[in-house]
């Protein structure tokens, strides 16, 4: 399968659309306001200790504190601690951070309070953005990803991805990446570091140290809250997890944009750079692409799927819920049970797809057409597995039970992408209530009335939707014609089918329109 990325940057955000075979499968926005995301790190000051909870609030700058449990302060927060105390006081930095001892490890059962104090600076990192009521999740276990590897200061050990299943292989990364990384760093190594030479690996280690020890000036004169280092771009973290041979088109409307992931590409995936275009013409990128088209037809409450069947998703505070209807496929054929099967095979790929459309993380439970069979349960279960196997978001899906339901955990790192595909409607106003039919001419009249003798207008265009143009003009002696005639002015009907059943709209002999 194909992949494109389709990205789409303006004042206020970038839209990120991945598209595989030309279908809408991830939509990412990245907000161009210092929006706290995912892998940025800060040094905060802890402001309040949660004895009952184990835990502490950290402001990092955001209306919301942060929240850090005890465990998420990581095993070597103590040489952590004892670098960030030391550091504005030392003037040699990599002395002080190589001359740490990692031994000191903190206790599994211990009190946040013991630790921490209500002013003491911390350097935290965002596992997880802030959702709804609650602000970011913290953790004090930096991690800094690349494209190879992930490097993990205060550390010693180096972790190979379990994917990478032969031993030989295994063998030559560990020796390789322990010859050369420096004193008090970890590693885990990912599996598309499989088959890479030494010279790409050193390349990508030095450049991620570099990243961390960039910012140790910043945490020695610190006045905290404050931003130390973010990570990539949701558009590069993308590139660095998907990017491989089945990209085949990159396709950026910024010259910035793109000269940042060209610049990117060339470090992580040399000589497909060449994939990668700048897209100019006048027509905006996302309907050119159609994706503003899937956009719409993918993220309402309603979602259809095959041959009339339809899925409804609805968000709540505490988990999501999808239900799968048979629609009019329910009165297709006579085989209840195959029927049932086949709406729900279909809805699972949909499902699928939807969870990483929309970024959904939690609970989310599926109500899925009652089934009979046991081995067609089992079959929709391996489906399911199947399909999400391509989401990178941790998750877990649990058979179906006796009720029909699907429970599925989603890793949760940021809000779930809601759009609102609806309008309100240009005649009621969102009321549900319009004017009698019967009663629009006298509407018009009564504003071709005020703009004549109040406004003082003789020449207009009036604007309306075909049917109710059809009936201004009906007959020898029209309406339009009597309006002319009453009101002594210049009137231009014209036909709209843009505009709702009984809408209209007043233009000035200029085209400017009247009335807003």
């Known amino acids: ?40 790190v800060y040094i905060g000051k802890v402001k309040r200790i949660m004895p009952a909870l184990n835990a502490a609030f950290v402001d990092i700058g955001d209306q919301k504190d942060a929240f850090i449990h005890y465990l998420d302060l990581g095993l070597s927060f103590k040489a952590l601690d004892y670098f960030t105390r030391q550091l504005p006081q030392s003037r040699n930095h990599t002395a002080l951070y190589s001359g740490i001892k990692l031994g000191d490890i903190l206790e599994k059962e211990g009190k946040i309070s013991d630790i921490l104090k209500p002013g003491q600076f ?27 590897m992930v ?66 000036q910043m945490i020695a004169r610190a006045k905290p809250p404050q931003l130390l280092f973010t990570e990539n ?15 085949s088109s990159i396709h950026v409307n910024d010259e910035a944009v793109y000269n940042e992931i060209k610049e990117y590409i060339s470090v992580i ?32 409450r309603v979602v259809p799927i095959k041959q009339g069947a339809y899925l409804i998703i609805e968000h709540t505070e505490a988990l999501h819920v999808i239900d799968v209807n048979s629609g009019i496929r329910a009165k297709n ?13 279909n809805a699972a790929t949909e499902i699928a797809r939807q ?35 391509s989401d990178r978001a941790k998750h877990n899906i649990l058979p179906i039970t006796k009720f029909g339901l699907m429970q599925i955990t ?66 020898l002696l029209s309406i339009k014609t009597k309006w002319k005639n009453k009101y002594r002015c210049r009137l231009k009907l014209e036909s709209s089918g843009e505009l709702a059943v009984l809408e209209y709209k007043w233009y000035n002999e200029n085209g400017e329109l009247l009335g807003g």
Not at 167 to 181: G, M, W
Not at 183 to 203: C, F, M, P, S
Request: proline share 3%.
């Open 1 to 40: 399968m194909e992949k494109e990325l389709i990205i789409d940057v303006n004042s206020t955000e970038v839209s990120i659309a991945l598209l595989d075979d030309h279908r809408l499968i991830e939509l990412n926005k990245e907000q161009n306001n210092g929006r706290f995301s995912v892998g940025d």
């Open 122 to 148: 911390l350097i935290t990192q965002i596992v997880k953005e802030p959702i709804s009521t609650k602000g970011s999740r913290l953790t004090s276990e930096i991690s800094i990803a690349g494209r190879n």
């Open 151 to 216: 490097l993990l200061p205060f550390a010693d050990k180096v972790s190979i991805s379990q994917k990478i299943t032969s031993k030989e292989e295994k063998s030559r990364l560990e020796r390789l990446v322990y010859s050369i990384l420096p004193k008090n760093y970890g590693v885990i190594i990912r599996t598309v570091a499989e088959g890479k030479r030494a010279a790409v690996l050193d390349g990508e280690l030095k450049s991620l140290i570099k990243k961390w020890e960039s910012s140790w």
């Open 233 to 247: 771009s949701r558009t590069t973290t993308i590139l660095r997890d998907l990017l491989n041979d089945s990209f």
């Open 269 to 300: 995936s040399p000589g497909q750079e060449k994939i990668l275009k700048i897209y100019k013409a006048g027509e905006p990128i996302f309907d050119h692409f159609e994706v503003n088209k899937q956009i719409r037809s993918s993220f309402g």
């Open 333 to 345: 054929g006579s085989d209840q049970e195959q029927n049932a099967f086949d709406v729900n095979m």
């Open 355 to 389: 969870l990483r459309l929309r970024d959904m993380g939690g609970i989310i439970v599926v109500d899925f057409i009652d089934m009979e069979s046991n081995d067609n349960k089992n079959k929709l279960f391996k489906k399911m597995q199947e399909l999400m196997e």
């Open 410 to 475: 989603r890793q949760r790192v940021r809000p779930a992408t809601e759009i609102n595909t609806t309008e309100v409607c240009p005649t009621c106003k969102g009321s549900g209530k319009i004017a009698s039919s019967l009663l629009i001419d006298e509407a018009i009249e009564r504003e071709l009335a005020y703009y004549v003798k109040e406004m003082k207008l003789k020449k207009f265009v009036l604007k309306v939707n075909p049917i109710l143009y059809a009936y201004l003009i009906k007959g």
